[in-house]
């Protein structure tokens, strides 16, 4: 059985030995097997950016070209739970696609499930995609995440169009200083207490629900107030937990810290922490809760 994939992405997995037009053997024990080409655009995403970016005008669906902030697109197809073929797709590597977002192949007459996955990406990250329920970042940091899974059958030779719609499954949190900070501040800690870094494509949600840690530089803004993302995947659709935001020297020691409990997070929204995060005398035991999804969460602490 041959399996001949076409891909309009990112970068053709080194591993498969596939590159641009060209064709990769899977499986060869049935040369006589039909197959059928099969054609899958990645055309929109089910969002609202007026709910993530906190203003604007609602948008049902946005196309993946015009979407910058996807700079990777992984596209991979299971039969029985094995790994028929993967491919990643790369915005800034356009030798690996001929139209972003669109993936042309030859699959045998089969039942597959189709896994497709749109990140941000940064150089550096390590994504990994293993099977329908199953994909994590595993470098510092996650990324704004989109994905969709769905069954595909293959009964003839005749050509198949699929169009896949992705949604957001990532919630992001915004971090603003009130106060200016002290030259000595290179960096902050942001750890979560609870959900994480891998999530099961299929239900969107975290695998892993024990938090982790990242760090920021930093975006300064005005007199030198701060203003830093970050992204978690949610055991459930919301989830509270505790954020610990840490301030660093140059040699990693702790100048300041904020204990921040209950913080509400949601998919596909933005929770923002706003008050004075580098003033060691500031107490973070008392603050706000905004819970207006639809225009974002702030947490004053």
């Known amino acids: ?8 992405a990112v970068m053709l997995l080194a591993a498969s030995g596939c590159t641009n037009e060209s064709e990769l053997t899977v499986v060869e024990n049935n040369a006589e ?5 099969v054609t899958v655009r990645v055309s929109d995403f089910s969002i609202s950016m007026s709910e993530f970016s906190g203003g604007g005008t ?18 991979a197809f299971y039969e029985d739970g094995t790994e028929v073929y993967k491919h990643t797709q790369l915005r800034s590597d356009n030798s690996t696609y001929t139209n972003f977002g669109e ?3 030859d699959l045998p007459v089969g039942n597959y499930t189709l896994v497709v996955i749109g990140r941000g990406y940064s150089n550096g990250d390590v994504f990994v995609l293993t099977s329908p329920t199953s994909a994590a970042y595993t470098t510092e940091r996650a990324r704004e995440t989109f994905c969709a ?13 699929l169009s896949v719609t992705l949604t957001r499954v990532i ?4 971090i603003l200083s009130t ?11 942001t750890t979560y207490g609870a959900g994480g870094k891998s999530f099961n494509p299929t239900t ?12 920021n530089s930093g975006y300064w803004e005005g007199e030198g107030t701060l203003h830093i993302s970050n992204y978690t995947f949610l055991a459930t659709d919301e989830q509270t937990m505790t954020i610990t935001l840490e301030s660093l020297d140059a040699d990693e020691n702790v100048l300041s810290t904020k204990v921040i409990p209950n913080v509400p997070l949601k998919r596909n929204r933005v929770t923002t922490l706003s008050g004075q995060l580098f003033t060691t005398d500031a107490s973070a035991a008392s603050f706000k809760v905004e819970t207006d999804w639809l225009e974002g969460n702030t947490v004053n602490y």
Not at 149 to 161: F, I, S, Y
Not at 204 to 215: D, P, Q, S, W
């Open 204 to 215: 969107g949600l975290a695998t892993v629900n024990t938090g982790f840690a990242l760090t």
């Open 179 to 189: 106060d200016v900070h002290s030259a000595s501040v290179t960096r902050i800690r």
């Open 171 to 174: 919630a992001r949190l915004n």
């Open 149 to 161: 899974t769905q069954d595909v059958m293959v009964t003839n030779a005749a050509p198949l169009d």
């Open 33 to 37: 097997q039909a197959t059928a080409p």
């Open 58 to 75: 609602t948008r049902a669906a946005q196309d993946v070209v015009d979407y910058t902030d996807v700079m990777a697109i992984d596209l």
């Open 1 to 8: 059985m041959k399996k001949h994939f076409f891909i309009a």
């Open 103 to 105: 993936f042309s192949c």
